[in-house]
């Protein structure tokens, strides 16, 4: 088994300023490739950490792969470390600077630099990657058997610098041990009760072959792990077994694929050919940005109305006064009506609809912040559900997304009677 | 200076199926507090891995904060791990036993198995931290004077369990320097030309404080910091630097504190006692979302049409048939058309309008992959912008975003013929 360690290097992550994505996309995309990510490291843009994470990491890794501090301010001091630890000095390389040039004169139309000359300068040893969709080159280093690679950290520079030369490099250096991954979503069910629900299955799994649950907004992700050398004989076993998983989930399956909930609805929707629409007061939109996250949405989704004030919601999307009044915005008739309006207005054949108080504030003791009605239909029925997220204003909207597009699809499903749709309240 | 070292814990992060948001969140407030963070380590669920990552962490940390592995499924071997590190065994904790009956009697409603009392075991020689959001309780060590804290790693809990614990026992134990950040947000100019025009205040310097470089979609963040042991001298020097710098960014300033662009808009919003309307295209509702994200923004945000397919966008926006046959979806009168129609239908003073090909399809060689309209105004006065994002679709759709909230934040300075209002396109 070939282990890699990723090492991001920026004060920015060590501060907490920046999220690290860089390295959860080279995670995956290696693993498919049939490697495995041994350890995942930040350090800060100092010179001792980065020589000492530089030092760590090859003892326990076969491969580093180095992200980020190639930029060309002067914070960025990876260059010159890469320099020393490999004991060699900056030269230029033409075709960077040919490159660097370009960018600068047809793209940006901008005038070069000293600055951004500097970023044509690698160090002498190296072999170069050249980066076709920015200033910085990628480097290619060996000391003492061990591979390292720098890569700038500016996302779609580093994803196409792996995808078209780190990766095939790899596979074509070391022959990758075969992993082969199966997995499936669940929802309405809790991590534990699942555990113990599957429990004897995952006692009866080969040493070879391991489980994980993976929960996040109130879904819990199963993913089944088989590592081998023979590619083939590996994924007829994880089938079979990933088979058996899936009839002991039963009807709390949401989709056998490592796929999010938008795009399990989006495909049963266009099987279905059928349209949706959205009516959102609490989501503010995240119910449509999670559907037209899917490329492709615009087969199946028309439009929304994003209704934040009660104006709204009785000017466009036609809600009785009567209903707000007496019920109030955050209440099960409200978001009926809603769904209404939205099917009417948006001429679509499912609407959802969701209001509830995301908090901080805005919560009082009937309606407790994190009470959020949602609601899912067609012209001739609707569903609805009462939910009470006890988090933050952000996670409280994520969940409420995400469990309103898990209601039209079982809506959908009970439609034609399939598990999955079953004890739905009308 | 105390050095902080983070492990995270979990398979799930080395086959890159989960975005590690936990780090970034503890290392802002570890931060705050005057703490730093050395490293940021992640492993996967392996005794070996796990094992040495503890050894190797206390060499260089003298506090090392862990998060994850503590769940109730078998993929959690975190604590028996614990006991093998600290030579200890694991015990039943009263109160967290007392804990867990209580969540699932009275909060989930659901009997009680096996697998969920273990949650409330913990190893005979650690300090008990109580979960008060969660099941799974925290754990303090001590070792050859290193300090070893084990946190759920689900966020909410471990969030939890940092303000309300571990930050508290951490400063009390150890007196913290003092690190002191200012942070602005520029926008329409580049990481490198910003660097070479204000390259002689970085120079100047003094070694204690340092400027960081933090580019975002299309935005560039500069953050000034300045470390030292007396909390209020510091104060006034970095307050100093940080006017000098604010007045050589001059008119790329959006903002002169570590907020996001939504937020910085939704101030001025409030301030003027405006409110806004989206009109969405190809941003699907991402820009209604980011608004909405800000607490409070009820305020000034009234509503949405995201108008995803043409009939919506004539049927409620009222988008002239002949400017979508002439012109086509993606363009400046299109815009235009949105925004007139956005502040007639939702009743608002501004309106933003989207509309664009996002990818990975829907390209065409005279309108490519990534061509996007913009728009911001009243009902007197739009302004436009055409963008070509060249990135994957999530991207594009998020610079979309960034910058028709940053569109409309300068429309409405130009109205008082402020600072970054100038050189707008009517």
């Given at each position: 088994m070939t282990n890699i360690s990723i090492l991001t290097i920026g004060d920015e992550l060590l501060i907490g300023q920046v999220i690290d994505t860089n390295s959860a996309w080279m995670a995956q995309e290696l693993n498919r490739a049939g490697f495995w990510v041994n350890r995942r490291l930040a350090v800060g843009d100092r010179r001792e950490a980065i020589l000492s994470a530089l030092d760590g990491e090859s003892k326990v890794s076969k491969i580093i792969?180095?992200?980020?501090?190639?930029?060309?301010?002067?914070?960025?001091i990876t260059k010159p470390l890469l320099c020393e630890y490999f004991d060699t000095g900056l030269v230029v390389d033409p075709q960077a600077l040919e490159n660097v040039k370009n960018i600068f004169e047809k793209i940006l139309k901008r005038p070069l630099t000293e600055t951004n000359l500097r970023q044509a300068e690698v160090p002498a040893s190296c072999k170069v990657i050249q980066n076709?969709?920015?200033?910085?080159?990628?480097?290619?280093?060996?000391?003492?058997?061990?591979?390292?690679?720098?890569?700038?950290?500016?996302?779609?520079?580093?994803?196409?610098?792996?995808?078209?030369?780190?990766?095939?490099?790899?596979?074509?250096?070391?022959?990758?041990?075969?992993?082969?991954?199966?997995?499936?979503?669940?929802?309405?069910?809790?991590?534990?009760?699942?555990?113990?629900?599957?429990?004897?299955?995952?006692?009866?799994?080969?040493?070879?072959?391991?489980l994980a649950y993976?929960?996040?907004?109130?879904?819990?992700?199963?993913?089944?792990?088989?590592?081998?050398?023979?590619?083939?004989?590996?994924?007829?076993?994880?089938?079979?077994?990933?088979?058996?998983?899936?009839?002991?989930?039963?009807?709390?399956?949401?989709?056998?694929?490592?796929?999010?909930?938008?795009?399990?609805?989006?495909?049963?929707?266009?099987?279905?050919?059928?349209?949706?629409?959205t009516a959102e007061s609490c989501s503010g939109g995240l119910v449509a940005r999670q559907i037209t996250s899917v490329p492709g949405s615009s087969v199946y989704f028309k439009g929304s109305v994003i209704a934040y004030s009660n104006q709204i919601?009785?000017?466009?999307?036609?809600?009785?006064?009567?209903?707000?009044?007496?019920?109030?915005?955050?209440?099960?008739e409200t978001v009926r009506a809603m769904v209404k309006?939205?099917?009417?207005?948006?001429?679509?054949?499912?609407?959802?609809?969701?209001?509830?108080?995301?908090?901080?504030?805005?919560?009082?003791?009937?309606?407790?912040?994190?009470?959020?009605?949602?609601?899912?239909?067609?012209?001739?029925?609707?569903?609805?559900?009462?939910?009470?997220?006890?988090?933050?204003?952000q996670r409280n909207t994520e969940l409420t997304a995400a469990n309103v597009l898990n209601l039209l699809r079982r809506f959908i499903l009970s439609q034609s009677g399939e598990a999955g749709g079953n004890d739905l309240k009308n």
């Open positions: 792969l180095i992200t980020g501090g190639l930029g060309p301010t002067s914070d960025d076709r969709r920015g200033t910085a080159p990628g480097m290619v280093f060996e000391k003492e058997g061990k591979i390292f690679i720098s890569m700038p950290g500016v996302p779609h520079e580093m994803k196409g610098m792996m995808t078209e030369a780190v990766i095939p490099l790899l596979i074509k250096r070391f022959k990758p041990e075969h992993i082969a991954h199966r997995t499936l979503l669940t929802a309405g069910i809790g991590e534990s009760t699942l555990a113990d629900h599957i429990g004897s299955f995952e006692r009866s799994l080969p040493p070879h072959v391991s993976l929960p996040n907004y109130g879904m819990v992700r199963l993913r089944l792990t088989a590592r081998s050398q023979q590619g083939e004989a590996n994924n007829e076993e994880i089938d079979r077994l990933f088979a058996d998983l899936k009839s002991r989930v039963g009807e709390w399956l949401v989709t056998d694929e490592d796929i999010p909930i938008e795009e399990a609805l989006g495909r049963l929707l266009k099987e279905r050919k059928k349209t949706v629409g919601k009785k000017s466009l999307l036609g809600v009785d006064p009567a209903i707000l009044d007496e019920h109030g915005a955050v209440s099960e309006g939205a099917i009417r207005l948006l001429d679509t054949d499912f609407a959802v609809a969701t209001s509830g108080i995301m908090g901080p504030d805005g919560g009082s003791e009937k309606k407790p912040v994190g009470t959020v009605w949602i609601a899912a239909g067609d012209k001739d029925r609707i569903i609805t559900q009462k939910h009470w997220f006890r988090f933050d204003r």
